[in-house]
């Protein structure tokens, strides 16, 4: 049961809340009729920009839906693209209507498809593979047309596969040179054991790769039920009305509160699917698979009984994320797995399922410590988590975690702090102003403004200061939607320093979700819809939607380069601004000069030789997206592919960087690493990657110009 004493606004690239909205089911209506109906009624009702149901929006409802639908172009025929077009301009009514007959006729084919391209490609690795022949494959999906006839159609799995048999080839010979390597280096005795697969040796184990894998992807495509691709449908109509309004599925709701909160009840064990069986990939430490002594990496799942009285029911060859639903349940319930170990061997193992904390979704923090010996802290946020059952025990706030990272980090004699919010989508609304009160105090943090004009001022009410030291706040062209807001609060406070590319992602627009069961009784059947029903703008008036947070210190990266951000969407909600709100500037000390701050990087960043190849990569990868084509003639391919992974390289060279610092854990988690091998593991591994860290570099050269300044 949901706690509703909270705040259940999110901000993020894939946000949910929890509202009520009434609707009058009947338990007789088919359920994909039911579906539809309350997604427009909701649609209709709360999204901030309503679409007018016209020829226009039946237009763009259909062009989206074929394109997600068969999105590569690869399955269906020109002539049922013909047959589809018929209905494109009736979208409006068939929502209108509740008619879903479109939906099933498209799906029919699309599976009729499937089997039908199945059959060629099966057919295809029955003759020998010609990678001789001058010809090219068309990598760019959107200047290939669908199939004319079966022979296109089978012409076009033709080439792809010989496309993806040269690249693993090319992966092969690769390896191959360095295995060379390896043994000129280490000049083995027995060279017989390391020595090099012939190319015809590695073509036919190519060829056969690409026939499993491809065997594989059918068999995974044909398992997914045609209610599973509803949301398809449904989404096509509702990302017309606003890119972040979004259907989700029963699953996909269960999925969002784990990652909201950060926890799932389960055994305590990352799967993947290999050729079918769930397989155990890692194991938590403290989980009940792993105080089993039991189960471990690469043991198969062969099946899943519910209690210990229950029927076993088996996995093998099932969806992997049905396979773990199976496995997942209430806490402290028993679950039986039957086990497949490497040798052979299978077993039963009982496990009781427990609250499980998924540890990449929680704050973590690290003590840096430059070459004069300064020392700062880090704290890396991945997304402004929220405990979804309230105060149920447990749970977790990132602000709480925030707060308490920051007290440790203070205990060991920090001077200046980095908020990393790179690649943060975003999360709870709620979070996001009690964190601003940890660096400000009270005051107001964010506006947001309704689709009726209504403009209410969201303040932080924390009156304790945590820290009012030196700050940086680090972003980067994925920092989303909260994490924006941070930033953006901070700056207009003058209370950090930003540092990242020119511009963050840029959205600016606040979802809630309408559960479409919330009155119906029984099990959830109907999902749940996320809505934008708000635009939030800056304390200054300025809106983050499309122009996102510029940074004080611009640093170019190579996704600079690319099309991810909000603007390039076709549906995004325009930019605007509104009218500042009363609030003072940071009057602690020291305040920030900003002229001089920018003017001592932009002594440092002059000439760069790392921001200069960076400008080269980004500007190389558009000049490799511009290439719509590639030949399938293997002297050409491999000559092009040789000629693209030795530029990689270069370019690779050029930007490896030595930021000269030094970074530990802080005191507490040295404790958990003597019992967490794999918690240790995976923060050194993150301590690595800051030690080549460019913009931590930089970030680290800021703290120290605001302490001296």
């Not at 020595?195 to 495509?221: C, H, M, S, W």
């Not at 077993?347 to 410590?369: D, G, Y």
């Not at 980067?476 to 939607?481: F, G, K, T, V």
């Not at 002059?606 to 190389?620: F, R, T, V």
Request: charged share 30%.
């Amino acid at each position: 049961m949901f706690n509703f004493r909270k705040t259940w606004i999110f901000l993020s690239l894939c946000s949910m809340s929890l509202l009520a909205f009434c609707f009058n089911a009947s338990s007789k209506d088919d359920n994909e009729k039911e579906i539809f109906k309350r997604v427009r009624e909701t649609l209709l009702y709360a999204s901030y920009s309503p679409k007018n149901l016209n020829e226009q929006y039946s237009k763009d409802v259909y062009k989206k839906y074929m394109e997600d639908l068969d999105p590569f172009k690869r399955y269906f025929l020109k002539a049922d693209i013909n047959e589809f077009k018929k209905h494109e301009g009736k979208m409006s009514d068939m929502l209108i209507n509740e008619d879903v007959s479109f939906y099933h006729l498209t799906i029919d084919r699309l599976y009729k498809r499937i089997n039908e391209s199945e059959n060629y490609v099966n057919e295809i690795f029955k003759e020998p593979l010609s990678l001789n022949e001058d010809e090219f494959f068309l990598t760019d999906d959107k200047k290939r047309d669908f199939p004319a006839n079966e022979k296109e159609a089978k012409d076009y799995w033709r080439k792809y596969i010989k496309y993806r048999v040269l690249q693993e080839i090319f992966n092969a010979q690769k390896q191959k040179d360095s295995v060379n390597d390896s043994i000129k280096i280490s000049k083995l005795e027995n060279k017989e054991k390391s020595k090099p697969q012939t190319k015809e040796e590695i073509e036919a184990d190519a060829i056969k790769k690409v026939k499993e894998n491809l065997g594989e992807y059918f068999r995974q495509v044909k398992l997914r039920k045609k209610s599973d691709l509803f949301s398809i449908f449904i989404n096509a109509y509702t990302e017309v009305f606003d890119v972040h309004t979004t259907y989700f599925s029963p699953k996909d709701k269960d999925n969002f509160n784990s990652s909201m909160s950060g926890k799932i009840i389960g055994i305590g064990a990352t799967l993947q699917d290999i050729k079918g069986y769930p397989t155990i990939k890692e194991l938590v430490i403290g989980g009940p698979a792993w105080k089993s002594k039991e189960i471990e990496a690469g043991d198969k799942i062969i099946k899943v009984q519910q209690g210990k009285k229950g029927e076993p029911v088996s996995v093998v060859g099932m969806l992997l994320d049905d396979a773990i639903r199976l496995i997942r349940g209430e806490e402290k319930s028993t679950v039986v797995l039957t086990i497949e170990k490497k040798d052979g061997s299978t077993k039963n193992v009982t496990l009781v399922r427990e609250e499980i904390e998924i540890q990449e979704t929680f704050v973590r923090s690290a003590v840096i410590t430059d070459e004069k010996g300064n020392k700062f802290g880090i704290l890396y946020l991945p997304e402004f988590y929220v405990n979804l059952e309230g105060n149920s025990k447990g749970g977790r706030d990132c602000s709480d975690d925030i707060k308490r990272e920051i007290n440790e980090l203070k205990k060991q004699g920090i001077t200046g702090l980095i908020m990393d919010v790179r690649n943060n989508g975003g999360g709870s609304l709620s979070e996001v102003l009690d964190i601003t009160g940890l660096f400000v105090g009270s005051g107001p943090v964010v506006q947001v403004k309704d689709s009726n004009g209504k403009i209410k001022v969201l303040e932080t009410k924390e009156k304790e200061i945590v820290w009012d030291g030196p700050l940086v706040v680090m972003t980067n062209e994925l920092s989303a939607s909260a994490s924006e807001i941070l930033a953006g609060a901070l700056q207009d406070y003058k209370r950090a320093v930003i540092v990242g590319p020119e511009q963050t992602y840029g959205k600016g627009t606040v979802q809630t979700i309408y559960p479409l069961d919330r009155f119906s009784m029984g099990d959830d059947r109907y999902g749940a819809l996320k809505v934008t029903i708000q635009k939030f703008y800056r304390i200054n008036g300025s809106s983050t939607q499309l122009r996102g947070v510029n940074s004080d210190i611009v640093i170019p990266d190579i996704l600079t380069y690319s099309d991810i951000f909000e603007k390039s969407q076709k549906f995004a909600l325009p930019w605007d601004q509104i009218s500042t709100t009363q609030y003072t500037t940071w009057q602690g000390t020291p305040k920030i000069d900003y002229t001089y701050i920018k003017e001592k990087s932009k002594e440092r960043l002059k000439g760069s030789s790392y921001i200069s190849s960076i400008e080269a990569i980004g500007n190389w990868t558009k000049e490799l997206d511009k290439i719509d084509k590639i030949s399938l003639s293997y002297d050409k391919f491999m000559n092009e592919m040789e000629k693209r992974s030795q530029q990689g390289k270069k370019y690779e060279k050029d930007i490896t960087f030595d930021a000269k610092i030094k970074v530990e854990a802080p005191s507490y988690e040295l404790v958990k690493f003597k019992q967490d091998t794999v918690l240790k593991a995976k923060r050194e591994d993150w301590y690595k990657g800051m030690k080549k860290d460019f913009n931590l570099r930089e970030s680290i050269n800021v703290l120290n110009d605001i302490i001296k300044k």
